[in-house]
């Protein structure tokens, strides 16, 4: 008898087993048959194993024992949900990423569970913008829909393709002397040379770091 536990991701659904039943841990009597164990007792302790583990691997690793009863490891397909759902699905009520044909995954949205191409983050950090400072738009979903290096960032109000920064070594000093409520940077691309844009005392400035 085998029992097959996994330990879904934020994006879909918890509790998918081979039974293709997510409404807790069945037991898998048969090829295209399931049953529910009759014991209580030991249904808890699976089911606490299961929020263990699911603890432990943040939800990204799928366990399932195998015909031979050894413990194989699955890994979700590369990428993450986009934050927006402007594609049309290549299929819909989806449970796993398996469900789901070539590199798509299943992903949980107002309309439910649809399959979608993945989303992938670029390398850099956005500028940090102070609210209600851009346009209250959505230009973008994720770093896919922006050229080259640029990622999508919020912007104060919207979302809009910018180029990152890279985040200068050292670390800022504690500001100190008199009040400056002004924002001269924003990050550290805007400093020349090794300066940073650091906190002052009411606002942000370059400054050498220490």
Same mark, same amino acid.
């Given at each position: ?74 890994? +979700? ?23 789901? +044909? ?109």
């Amino acid at each position: 008898m085998n029992v097959t536990l996994q330990a879904r991701g934020p994006s879909i659904l918890l509790g998918c087993s081979a039974c293709r039943l997510c409404t807790g841990i069945f037991v898998q009597t048969g090829e295209h048959s399931c049953e529910k164990d009759g014991n209580m007792e030991q249904h808890w302790s699976v089911w606490a194993l299961v929020l263990a583990l699911s603890a432990l691997v943040h939800f990204d690793i799928v366990f399932a024992a195998g015909a031979d009863g050894n413990l194989t490891t699955i890994l +979700p397909k590369p990428g993450h949900c986009p934050r927006l759902l402007n594609v049309i699905p290549s299929h819909k009520g989806c449970e796993c990423d398996e469900d789901c +044909p070539a590199d798509n995954k299943c992903c949980v949205f107002d309309c439910g569970a649809v399959c979608v191409p993945p989303a992938f983050t670029k390398p850099g950090v956005c500028p940090r913008r102070n609210w209600g400072s851009g346009m209250c738009a959505e230009y973008c979903s994720n770093d896919n829909d922006c050229p080259n290096d640029e990622k999508c960032c919020h912007n104060g109000c919207g979302h809009e393709c910018i180029a990152p920064y890279t985040v200068k070594r050292g670390r800022c000093a504690l500001p100190q002397g008199t009040s400056m409520c002004a924002e001269y940077c924003y990050h550290d691309g805007q400093c020349p040379g090794e300066q940073k844009c650091c906190k002052t005392t009411c606002g942000h400035a370059c400054s050498e770091p220490c």
